[in-house]
């Protein structure tokens, strides 16, 4: 018999100096961070969230795992897909969450090949939609123009999200299984999928045009802009992730 679906999800590093209050004496000690919400979503959908610092190596850590999370965050290295460097700071991304962290890209680019390669389950949630697209050799939008539909929401998590930022999906796939035809989402993006890259296709947008789902037909790779794990309601994205690796860890548990 076998035991609950292991899912990792990947965090950040920073300085315990950002948290207040902090002792000066350790201050520029380092805390892996990692959203609860995604730890409480799998552990409700009846997985085990499995916290992942960049000192889990990626190949042995797939080993282990039936799935895995890359979770949103700052913006990847422009550097990793052909954008514009210029607008990257030489700020410690460990004293600013909002910097470009090129240890994070690379432990989670090496991650989601790994998973792939493997044949795992993955879901990549705004970031990590856009890293997984990069990851397969697409490109990004690097700044959203201002239009009708808010993706850059000044709505606080957690949140539906606002009425004119309802997603559509395309008929027959993944999403359209998972959520339907079309459904309301919170946003907090200004970058957005361009190029796909390889055997990863949109399935989502918004009525601009924007991707906010891709996945890769016939395998278990789903991408999504919003926030699943910051939805007031029950977002089914998260119980996809933990059924598909539990469909993952039978498949292992057989051979």
Known sequence: MTG????????????LSLIAGTDDRYATACVDAFVA?????????????????????PLDACEWLSGVVITGGQDVHPARWGGDTSVVRDVDPRLDP???????????????????????????VCRGMQLLNVALGGTLIADLPPGPVPHLSPLAAPTDGDAEHRV??????????IFGASV?????????????????????????GVAEAVEVPGAPILG???????????????????????????????H
Not at 237 to 253: L, N
Request: proline share 7%; with cysteine; net charge negative.
């Open 168 to 177: 559509s999906f395309e008929p027959g796939s993944t999403a359209a299984r």
């Open 184 to 208: 309301v989402t919170n946003s907090w993006h200004h970058q957005a999928v361009d190029r796909c890259g390889t055997g990863l296709v949109v399935t989502g947008r918004t009525p601009d």
């Open 224 to 254: 999504v802009q919003w926030h699943p794990e910051w939805m007031e309601r029950d977002d089914p994205a998260m119980a996809w992730i933990v059924d598909e690796s539990r469909k993952r860890q039978e498949i292992e548990y057989v």
């Open 4 to 15: 609950k679906p292991l899912v990792g999800i990947t965090g950040r590093r920073v300085q």
């Open 37 to 57: 919400a995604f730890a409480t979503r799998v552990a409700t959908a009846g997985g085990v969230p499995v916290h992942l610092p960049y000192d889990a190596d």
């Open 98 to 124: 909002h910097a470009h962290d090129p240890e994070r890209d690379q432990y989670e680019f090496t991650l989601a090949r790994a998973a792939i390669d493997r044949g795992l389950p993955v879901l990549g």
